[in-house]
C-alpha cells in the first residue's frame, strides 16, 4: 500500500501554503478482464474541508474546479495509459479506458501502478493508489434468455442458445464447455463453411453476434462420445438440474447460469401450439390449443401411445402430474386436466408459478420415438369453490373467490362462460357436453367483502356452436338434469383468466316457482307441483 503524506508548498506570502494533492491515497485502479477496461477511480482528499483557508490556498478549489485534466496511469510492466478527465471539486471521479484484446494483455502481468495528474498550466502531480484490482466477474449480465436444449432423437445435439449483451469476451482464445453438478462437457467451435450456422460459436469471432453454442453426437467419438452420452441421458434423467455455461478465456472462467432446460422439438410438434396452464386449488387445467382438440403438427402412423407430465413449480417446491394413455385417446381430448389438491407453497405477489409440459410418443414397441417439452409461466385461479343451481327455466352458477392481494387486483371485467357435460368414470371416451353458456361483459367480485357471486344463465345465451346432445338447449338441459340421480354431472367455469372444473353431489326439491319467496322464508315445504327444480352444491375437485 502506497501512503499519501500531505505536501503544501509556500507561495510568495510566506504565511499561506499551497495545497494541490487533490485525491485521496484510498484511491484504486480496476482492470476488468470481461469488459477489457482499465478504471482510475479517483476518491478525493478525505480532509479537503479541513484546510484552513486562512493558513493554506487550496488550489483544487480556487484554481483546478471545473478544469479539463489529463491523467496518465503508469504501470510497472513498463506501459502506462493516458485519459482527459473534467475535475470537479471533492467529488469522486471515475476514469475509464476501453481497450482491445491486445492492450490489455499487455497490462494483466502488472503488479504495481501509480498515476499523475496534469492540469492546464500545471506540472504533473504525483500521486500512489491504494491497489491495482483485476476483477474477474461472473458474466450473468452478458448474456438473457440462456436456455438449454437437447435432443434423443435425430439430430442428437446438446446446445445452449441466448442472447448476447455488451460484454468483450474474446472468443478465439476461449474454450467452452455445459457443466451440471453430474457432467461436464465441452463445446467445440463449429467449422465455418463445414457446419456452422449462423450464430454459432465458431462461425463468429463477435461475441455479441454469438448466439448458440451447439455440440452434435455425431462429430464425436471416444472418450468425449462417451461423455456426451452420459450427459445427454443426465438430462433426459432431469430437466430440472441447475445447468451453467462456462467460457474460459486466458485470464477467467466465467460461468454463467441457464435459466431451464428444454427437450428440443426438433420435429414440429408444437409448431401451432398456443399452451395455457392454470393452476387451481385442487386441479391444473392445461389448453394446447384453445378449444381445439389435441392434435400436434407432427403425426406419425407409428405413434400408438403417450406419456404426459406438468410439472409446476417454484423457487421451492415442485408438483408433478403424469399420465401415460392410447395416442387415439389423447387427440380427442381438448387439453388435460390432472385432478389433484394443490401442493405448491408460494406466494403469488412474490413469485411467477412455473410449469413445463414434457411429451413422450412410443410406438408399438414402446419405443419413444417422439419427445418434446413447453416451459413458461402458469396462470393462478382465484376460484375457492362453485355451486351450480339449476331451475326450470335457468341454470346460475355460485361463484366463491380467495380474499387474498393477489385475486383483489385481477381485472374484473370480463366474459363469463360455463359448460356442462358428464364423464362416467373419467374416461374421455363417455364424456357427454349438454350446453355452453356465455355472458358477457360481467363483473367478477375479486375484490368485494361479498365474495359470492351469482351468474345465471337462459337459453338466451347458449351456444349453438359448440358441441352438444340434445337437438336444443331446452332438451339439454332437461337431459342433463334427468342425470343427479344416477351420474355425477359436471361443469366448468371459464373466463380469460379462470378454467375451472367442479363436480357435485344432488339434492332433488319439487316446488311452485310462485311460491319461491315463500320457501326462502320458511324453508322446503312439501307441496304437489307440476315443475320440478333441481339444486345441487358443488366442490371443486
Known amino acids: 500500500m502506497n501512503i499519501l503524506i500531505l505536501v503544501v508548498t509556500f507561495s510568495d506570502d510566506e504565511n499561506i501554503l499551497i495545497f494541490d494533492k487533490c485525491f485521496s491515497p484510498k484511491s484504486v485502479v480496476i482492470a476488468d478482464n470481461v469488459m477489457r477496461t482499465v478504471t482510475l477511480v479517483l476518491l478525493p482528499f478525505d480532509k479537503m474541508e479541513k484546510l484552513d483557508s486562512d493558513k493554506v490556498r487550496n488550489m483544487c478549489k480556487v484554481v483546478f474546479f471545473n478544469a479539463i485534466a489529463t491523467a496518465t496511469i503508469r504501470f510497472d510492466v513498463g506501459s502506462q495509459l493516458t485519459s482527459q478527465f473534467k475535475y470537479i471539486y ?16 499487455t497490462y494483466q502481468a502488472a503488479k504495481y501502478v501509480d498515476y499523475q495528474v496534469t492540469y492546464p498550466g500545471q ?17 450473468s449480465n452478458c448474456f438473457s434468455n440462456l436456455t438449454l436444449e437437447f435432443s434423443k432423437h435425430t439430430p442428437v445435439y446438446i446446445k445452449a442458445k441466448g442472447i448476447p449483451a455488451s460484454c468483450q469476451i474474446d472468443l478465439t482464445q476461449s474454450e467452452v464447455f455445459i457443466e451440471t453438478n453430474n457432467f461436464k462437457i465441452q463445446i467445440p467451435p463449429c467449422t465455418p463453411t463445414v457446419d456452422c450456422t449462423t450464430g454459432q460459436f465458431g462461425n463468429t469471432d463477435d461475441f455479441l453476434q454469438t448466439f448458440t453454442f451447439s455440440v452434435a453426437r455425431d462429430s464425436l467419438s471416444g472418450d468425449e462420445l462417451l461423455k456426451f452420452d452420459a450427459a445427454q441421458q443426465s438430462l433426459q434423467d432431469d430437466i430440472f438440474q441447475k445447468a451453467n455455461l462456462q467460457i474460459q478465456t486466458q485470464s477467467d472462467l466465467i460461468s454463467i447460469q441457464v435459466q431451464y432446460i428444454l427437450i428440443s422439438d426438433e420435429r414440429g410438434c408444437a409448431a401451432t401450439m398456443h399452451e395455457v396452464i392454470t393452476y387451481n386449488r385442487n386441479d391444473v387445467r392445461v389448453q394446447m390449443y384453445g378449444a381445439g382438440k389435441n392434435i400436434f403438427t407432427c403425426d406419425d402412423s407409428e405413434v400408438v401411445n403417450i406419456l404426459y407430465y406438468t410439472v409446476i413449480s417454484n423457487s421451492t417446491s415442485r408438483q408433478t402430474y403424469s399420465k401415460y394413455e392410447p395416442y387415439s385417446d389423447f387427440v380427442i381430448r381438448a387439453g388435460l386436466r390432472f385432478i389433484e389438491p394443490s401442493k405448491v407453497d408460494f406466494d403469488p405477489e412474490k413469485e411467477d408459478l412455473i410449469f413445463d409440459l414434457i411429451f413422450v410418443l412410443y410406438n408399438a414397441n414402446n419405443e419413444s420415438i417422439i419427445e418434446f417439452s413447453r416451459h413458461g ?33 385481477r381485472n374484473p371485467n370480463v366474459d363469463v362462460a ?17 350446453g355452453n353458456f356465455k355472458l358477457p361483459s360481467q363483473v367478477v367480485r375479486y375484490n368485494e367483502s361479498d365474495r359470492t357471486q351469482e351468474f345465471c344463465f337462459t337459453c338466451d345465451y347458449f351456444d349453438p356452436n359448440t358441441a352438444f346432445l340434445g337437438g336444443t338447449c331446452e332438451n339439454a338441459t332437461k337431459w342433463f338434469g334427468q342425470l343427479l340421480p344416477k351420474s355425477a354431472p359436471k361443469f366448468t367455469f371459464r373466463t380469460v383468466e379462470e378454467y375451472a372444473a367442479f363436480e357435485y353431489s344432488a339434492i ?30 358443488i366442490k371443486q375437485k
Not at 471533492?90 to 494483455?105: C, E, V
Not at 500521486?127 to 483485476?134: A, D, K, N, T
Not at 360455463?418 to 349438454?434: A, G, Q, V
Request: net charge positive; hydrophobic share 45%.
Open 90 to 105: 471533492n467529488s469522486a471521479i471515475n476514469i475509464t479506458i476501453q481497450l482491445n484484446t491486445l492492450q490489455y494483455s
Open 123 to 139: 506540472q504533473p502531480i504525483s500521486f500512489g493508489v491504494q491497489s491495482l484490482r483485476f476483477l474477474k466477474k461472473d458474466v
Open 377 to 409: 409461466i402458469s396462470r393462478v385461479g382465484c376460484i375457492k369453490q362453485g355451486t351450480l343451481v339449476k331451475y326450470s327455466d335457468k341454470i346460475c352458477a355460485r361463484m366463491d373467490y380467495y380474499a387474498i392481494p393477489f385475486c383483489e387486483v
Open 418 to 434: 360455463i359448460r356442462l357435460y358428464d364423464e362416467y368414470k373419467e374416461i374421455r371416451t363417455n364424456r357427454f357436453w349438454f
Open 508 to 537: 332433488t326439491f319439487e316446488w311452485v316457482p310462485a311460491l319461491w319467496p315463500a320457501y326462502l322464508i320458511f324453508g322446503v315445504v312439501a307441496v304437489v307441483v307440476p315443475l320440478s327444480v333441481i339444486v345441487w352444491n
